[in-house]
Nanobody, 122 residues
Framework: QVQLAESGGGLVQAGGSLRLSCAAS????????MGWFRQPPGKEREFVAV????????YYADSVEGRFTISRDNGANTVQLQMNSLKPEDTAVYYC???????????????WGQGTQVTVSS
């Protein structure tokens, strides 16, 4: 089993920045892909970004491309999401995910964190 714990959420004004972090513990050898999904209020969960184990492959949702950067530290078993130029529509609960495949679909990720709230005020 893999346990994922997010941190770094909070309240920020539009145009500001936040950095989310996720620490993995347990069977981290199974975490080929790690990434982030989010669920805005009243909406379905959506893909944000994902990174391969080596860090050489990353995918981003069109809505965050150029503003968010995902990175990974395998030595520390962590994945980070640097979020810049935040917009009110980025408001959501952000979930850290891990799994065996690199994809934008949620079904592949068999490990999910509890989520951290990000609120962007206008």
């Amino acid at each position: 089993q893999v346990q994922l714990a997010e941190s770094g959420g909070g309240l920020v004004q539009a145009g500001g920045s936040l950095r989310l972090s996720c620490a993995a513990s347990g069977r981290t050898d199974s975490t080929y892909a790690m990434g982030w999904f989010r669920q805005p209020p009243g909406k379905e969960r959506e893909f944000v970004a994902v990174i391969s184990r080596s860090g050489g492959i990353t995918y981003y949702a069109d809505s965050v491309e150029g503003r968010f950067t995902i990175s990974r530290d395998n030595g520390a078993n962590t994945v980070q999401l640097q979020m810049n130029s935040l917009k009110p529509e980025d408001t959501a609960v952000y979930y850290c995910v891990a799994g065996p495949g690199l994809t934008v679909g949620a079904g592949v990720y068999n490990h999910w964190g509890q989520g951290t709230q990000v609120t962007v005020s206008s």
